[in-house]
């Protein structure tokens, strides 16, 4: 972190009150004779405990327990073509990097090897300003339709009432919202409970848009793979580590990286044209969806490195705001409708969690300078100096000529957005591909014990059986093997519209 100042933990430092006076006993308070009470004037006193007394900043409303290191990107493929971004203009070029990996649904005191999607952010710091790229380790989401989020978190923390988690509320949601499955079945594997926080792989789930220079357009999907792979835990590993260490997370990336085992990650994108896009099965603005491998193979950019602890964990990874929002030039948002709510609801939570000037903290503050005409707010500690607060002739700003045009694909994304809620049989092609193709045997009995293990605890017969029902609409096999487990009766697939009917086929016409 370049602006921070570094205490080394033996710095034979001298005990003062946080205004710099020395203090020759820590615990000693100023009072009216030996027994008397204490005294007003005291200020070392009442600087400790009134600094104490607000020690604690809201934590993250989701993805409020994790972990976080340093280290670089290093950009080892040429992609000028696709992207003018500055990052990507030379083969070699090294920016420096904090993640922050995470759980979602858990309190910051939750364990590490929950069954939850892991969060996967990072952020770059560029010579054109901060590139925060905030993944998941799962390349599909639970909702398409941006207003559900609240809906679906509520479900998935504490009941109102009992304040305890809530397999019927749960199951509830998921069984209501059927887009859900892909996100659904990945997570009830055993991918849902990843070794640690830094043996997984980074998806962007969402559709971004690189632009090159002379103002083309593709779409992409973003990739960051571990070297050397993932690695997961059985549903009964990761419940034992939850009570016996629940930082094991938190614990072995520190301990990895400080003992020179640093953890790496190949950068992939795929991309499509917009023709592409238009001709795709499926809808790019969806996150429920992938793009297949062989139709849009991986293509290497660069390499992320975790090279370097932190000094102090609240400073470089409480205090870490990452926003999908925060974008360089040459990278765009897709027109994906949750996209483009996060691009809003991050520096909104970062203005409440950490402040209105969150930039300017250490950790965020980009390694490009900085210059505009915000000012003041609280703890405003880089305002700018003597520099004009608004938009000056007599000392102006100098302004950067936009390298393109707005890029848009408008025909084809009024199509593309309508009807987000809407089930048709696309939704579980890809789910039953997981399950036909991809998953080994193990794979389909971890996932059905998985699976059994939770839904059981729903007390609802209704709630069981809808989600039944959305299990079978992907297999009949899975649905009646958890069906089986849980003691439930065996049930019909829900009813999906065919294909065809898919709202952007029928608009589009493709
Ligand atoms: C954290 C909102 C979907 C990845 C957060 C936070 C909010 C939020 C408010 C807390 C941020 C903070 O306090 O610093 C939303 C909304 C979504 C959404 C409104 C959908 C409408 C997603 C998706 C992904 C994602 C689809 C991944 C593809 C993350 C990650 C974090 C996070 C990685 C933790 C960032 C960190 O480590 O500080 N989200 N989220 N979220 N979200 Fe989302």
């Known amino acids: 972190m370049p602006s921070q100042q570094v205490f080394k933990t033996q710095d034979n430092a001298l005990y003062t009150t946080s205004t710099g006076a020395p203090v020759a006993q820590p615990y000693a308070a100023q009072r009216i004779g030996k027994i008397g009470p204490l005294l007003l004037q005291d200020f070392h006193h009442i600087d400790l405990l009134a600094h104490f007394d607000r020690e604690r900043i809201p934590e993250r409303v989701v993805h409020a327990k994790g972990a976080g290191a340093h280290g670089y990107f290093e950009v080892t493929h040429d992609i000028t073509d696709l992207t003018c971004a500055a990052l990507f203009k030379n083969v070699g070029t090294k920016a420096p990097v904090t993640m922050r990996f995470s759980t979602v649904g858990g309190e910051s005191g939750s364990a590490d090897t929950a069954r939850d999607p892991r969060g996967f952010a990072i952020k770059i710091k560029t010579e054109e300003g901060n590139l925060d790229w905030v993944f998941n380790n799962t390349p599909v989401f639970f909702i398409r339709d941006p207003a559900k989020f609240p809906h679906f978190i509520h479900t998935q923390k504490r009941d109102p009432q009992t304040h305890l988690k809530d397999a019927d509320m749960f199951w509830d949601y998921l069984s209501q919202n059927p887009e859900s ?192 005409f915000q000012r003041d707010g609280a703890m405003a500690f880089n305002n700018q100096g003597a520099r004009p607060n608004y938009q000056s002739s007599i000392v102006p700003l100098q302004y950067k000529a936009k390298a393109y045009e707005n890029v848009q694909h408008e025909i084809w994304l009024g199509a593309a957005q309508a009807d987000l809620s809407e089930i048709t049989e696309l939704d579980f092609e890809q789910p039953r591909a997981l399950w036909q193709k991809v998953f080994s045997d193990t794979d389909r009995d971890h996932l059905v014990h998985n699976v059994a293990v939770h839904l059981k605890n729903a007390k609802s017969a209704e709630v069981k059986a809808r989600q039944l029902s959305v299990f079978a609409a992907v297999d009949q096999t899975l649905s009646d093997r958890i069906a089986d487990a849980i003691g439930a009766p065996r049930v019909q697939a829900l009813k999906a519209k065919p294909a065809a009917e898919a709202v952007r086929f029928k608009v589009s016409g493709v």
């Open 181 to 372: 499955i892909h996100q659904v079945m990945i997570l009830f594997s055993d991918r849902g409970t990843p070794n640690g926080y830094h043996h997984m792989h980074g998806y962007s789930g969402h559709t971004f848009k690189f632009v090159n220079a002379s103002g083309k357009f593709v779409y992409v999907q973003i990739h960051v793979r571990k070297d050397g792979g993932c690695k997961t835990f059985t549903d009964d590993e990761a419940g034992k580590l939850a009570g016996e260490n629940p930082d094991y997370g938190i614990q072995t990336l520190f301990e990895d990286i400080e003992k020179g085992e640093y953890p790496s990650w190949t950068v992939y994108v795929q991309t499509m044209t917009a023709e592409q896009a238009e001709k795709f099965r499926y809808n790019i603005l969806d996150l429920t969806k992938v793009w297949p491998h062989k139709e849009y193979p991986l293509r290497p950019v660069g390499k992320i490195v975790l090279d370097k602890n932190v000094e102090n964990y609240f400073a470089e990874i409480e205090q870490a705001a990452f926003s999908p929002s925060h974008l360089v030039p040459g990278i765009e948002p897709s027109a994906d409708p949750v996209l483009q709510s996060r691009l809003f609801s991050y520096p909104d939570t970062h203005r409440h969690r950490l402040g209105v000037n969150y930039s300017q903290l250490p950790v965020n503050a980009p390694v490009a300078p900085v210059a505009n």
